[in-house]
């Protein structure tokens, strides 16, 4: 079992930055590939950003590769998103994801996930 708990979200400009983090507790560290995923209202569930186990590999949505960057520290147990040149469009509720094995950025292979965190970008 993994519990997730992300943090870092808030209000912010656009143009503006913001880091995301996501704290892992139980079994956790290099078991698990993360992903970074969000919804805004009215909005299906959409992929942002994912990183394997030993951050050898990450990938991004379009929508904001080149702004947004996706680290993890295995010591820590904690991934963290960080977003550059942030958008109004980039208004949503930010969730962190883990899975056993391989980066996805298909939500439904994720097992566990955070309450989610709030992102709002003012234009």
């Known amino acids: 079992q993994v519990q997730l708990l992300e943090s870092g979200g808030g209000l912010a400009q656009a143009g503006g930055s913001l880091r995301l983090s996501c704290a892992a507790s139980?079994?956790?560290?290099?078991?698990?590939?993360m992903g970074w995923f969000r919804q805004a209202p009215g909005k299906e569930r959409e992929f942002v950003a994912t990183?394997?186990?030993?951050?050898?590999?990450?990938y991004y949505a379009d929508s904001v590769k080149g702004r947004f960057t996706i680290s993890r520290d295995n010591a820590k147990n904690t991934v963290y998103l960080q977003m550059t040149s942030l958008k109004p469009e980039d208004t949503a509720v930010y969730y962190c994801?883990?899975?056993?094995?391989?980066?996805?950025?298909?939500?439904?292979?994720?097992?566990?996930w955070g309450q989610g965190t709030q992102v709002t970008v003012s234009s």
């Open positions: 994801a883990a899975r056993p094995t391989y980066e996805s950025s298909r939500s439904y292979e994720y097992d566990y």
């Open positions: 139980g079994r956790t560290g290099i078991d698990y590939a």
């Open positions: 990183i394997s186990r030993r951050s050898l590999r990450t």
